[in-house]
């Protein structure tokens, strides 16, 4: 399964999401890969500490690759960097993209990635992608590239707006160039159940028909030491009630596949 975890609306917690959820694959036994295509390198950073600062072979060096024709280029697999956590892999991100974005435009590299994580696909059970907030040519790889989309919402009339832009451009991107794709739900995060806003958007969003996935992802300073710590809660913090509710939206995800 290749998941993208998507909104072009910036503080959603894209990032957040996918290495929690990776990392709760991995801790199940799933061998998982994360693939970080956001210039930031959020979650490299995350799941990496201080072990980013020495790596080579990122996923910009392999778009840059793409770029020329050579007999000795790397496999996919080459990219890909072990995590301290058992099962779990990452593509770092790396600067370099935002220099290699309109180089891949010109060049019509849109499909590279898909064939890459297809290729990865037979090593990895389990494959998130982590994106820019932002409608790109990485995130639209991305979007071709993956099977379905996770789109996190922060219970914010921005996030409402963005939500509705998003469901059109996977639409079309479904009919031009991947039938697969499909909008897994939308995950609810940052959620306060004592604010009435919250409450009122999100049940405007299930009046529209949008999947909103039953599991709310509440807002906690843990999320933010998890990141100063570089371990995903499911690994410091396992009992917390945000990693319960990470792991019990995990399990309803899982519990689809198996219903699909």
Do not use: W
């Amino acid at each position: 399964m290749r998941r993208v975890v998507f909104n072009q609306k910036g503080g959603v917690g894209k990032s957040s999401i996918v290495c929690n959820l990776a990392a709760i694959s991995a801790s199940q036994g799933y061998k998982t890969l994360v693939v970080d295509l956001d210039p930031q390198g959020n979650s490299s950073q995350y799941l990496l500490g201080d072990e980013i600062k020495e790596l080579r072979h990122t996923i910009a060096d392999f778009f840059e690759q793409s770029l020329s024709f050579n007999i000795f280029n790397k496999e996919s697999g080459d990219f890909v960097h072990d995590t301290c956590f058992e099962n779990l892999s990452v593509m770092p991100a790396s600067q370099k993209l935002e220099e290699l974005i309109f180089k891949l435009e010109s060049k019509h590299k849109i499909y590279k990635l898909r064939d890459a994580l297809k290729a990865l696909s037979k090593e990895f059970d389990r494959i998130y992608i982590d994106t820019a907030p932002a409608l790109n040519f990485y995130t639209r790889s991305a979007l071709i590239a993956c099977q379905s989309v996770l789109i996190p919402f922060d219970c914010d009339a921005f996030s409402q707006q963005a939500l509705m832009a998003i469901m059109g451009e996977v639409h079309e991107l479904r009919e031009d160039h991947n039938e697969e794709l499909e909008v897994e739900g939308v995950i609810v995060n940052q959620f306060q159940p004592q604010a009435k806003l919250p409450t009122q958007l999100i049940e405007e969003l299930k009046d529209e028909g949008y999947p909103v996935l039953p599991v709310y992802l509440s807002q906690s300073v843990k999320m933010r030491e998890s990141h100063h710590a570089a371990t995903p809660l499911v690994f410091m913090a396992p009992n917390h009630k945000l990693t319960q509710q990470y792991l019990e939206l995990h399990e309803h995800l899982e519990e689809s596949l198996v219903d699909a």
